[in-house]
C-alpha cells in the first residue's frame, strides 16, 4: 500500500521556536508537496518539489522553508513559528509527471502556537 | 484571478442521492480533480475529469462542462460512511492544483 507518513500527528510550540515537519514517502515519487489547512478555506500550496535538491515556491511560502535531500523525504521548517501558523499541515506525494493531480496525502500535522 | 466555488455543507438521507456542485475559473486548464476527506483522515483522490462529460466509478460519478467551468460529483445510494468533506481542485495551465474550501456532506440515517 502506498504510503506517506508525517512524523508528528499533533504538535504544541511557543512564539519564536523553529519547527520541523518531516514528511516520508515509500512509494519513489519524485513530486512532494506541503500544504496547510485551515477551516473555511482550500488547501494551500506553501512549497514543492519537483526532484531531491529541488524545491519551488508555492502561494503561500513566506515564514517558511523546505529541505529535500532524500527523494524520500521533504521536511517544513518554520524558523520562527508565530500564532497566524498554527494549522493542520499536509504533506503529498504524487509520480513523476507534472501533470499528474493524484495526490498521495500523508494524515496531517496539527501545530498549535502558543 | 483564480477561484474554486462550492457548496460550505449539505445534508442527505442514507440511500438516497446526492450532487455536489463546483464552479472554477482558472488560468488554463489541464482536469478537475474530486477528494474525499473523512473527518481527522487525508484526502483521499475520487475521480479526474479532463474531457467534458460523465465519468462513473461504482457509486461515484464526477461530471465536467470545460465551456460552463462547471463540475459535479454525484454519489448515490448513499452510506453513512458516505459523511465526509468532499474537495474539489482544478489545474491550471502551471499544472497547479487551486483547491475549492470543500463541501462538508452530512448523512442521516
Known amino acids: 500500500d502506498v504510503k506517506v507518513t508525517q512524523s508528528s500527528r499533533y504538535l504544541v510550540k511557543r512564539t519564536g521556536e523553529k519547527v520541523f515537519l518531516e514528511c516520508v514517502q515509500d512509494?519513489?515519487?519524485?513530486?512532494m508537496f506541503w500544504y496547510r489547512q485551515d477551516p473555511g478555506l482550500g488547501l494551500r500550496l506553501i512549497y514543492f518539489?519537483?526532484?531531491?535538491?529541488?524545491?519551488e515556491k508555492g502561494d503561500i511560502p513566506e515564514g517558511y522553508s523546505v529541505s529535500r535531500e532524500k527523494k524520500e523525504r521533504f521536511s517544513l521548517i518554520l524558523e520562527s513559528a508565530s500564532t497566524n501558523q498554527t494549522s493542520m499541515y499536509l504533506c503529498a506525494s504524487s509520480p513523476g509527471e507534472r501533470e499528474s493531480g493524484e495526490l498521495f496525502f500523508g494524515e496531517g500535522s496539527r501545530l498549535t502556537v502558543l | 484571478g483564480q477561484n474554486i466555488d462550492q457548496p460550505t455543507e449539505m445534508t442527505a438521507t442514507e440511500g438516497a442521492i446526492v450532487q455536489i456542485n463546483c464552479t472554477y475559473q482558472t488560468s488554463g486548464f489541464n482536469g478537475l480533480f474530486w477528494y474525499q476527506q473523512h473527518a481527522g483522515e487525508a484526502p483521499t483522490f475520487l475521480s479526474y475529469n479532463v474531457l467534458d462529460g460523465l465519468e462513473e466509478k461504482g457509486r461515484f460519478s464526477s461530471f465536467l462542462s470545460r465551456s460552463k467551468g462547471y463540475s459535479y460529483l454525484l454519489l448515490k445510494e448513499l452510506q453513512m460512511k458516505d459523511s465526509a468533506s468532499y474537495l474539489c481542485a482544478a489545474m491550471d495551465s502551471n499544472y497547479q492544483l487551486i483547491w475549492g474550501a470543500g463541501t462538508k456532506l452530512i448523512i442521516k440515517p
Open positions: 518539489s519537483y526532484d531531491v535538491k529541488m524545491k
Open positions: 512509494m519513489d515519487h519524485e513530486n
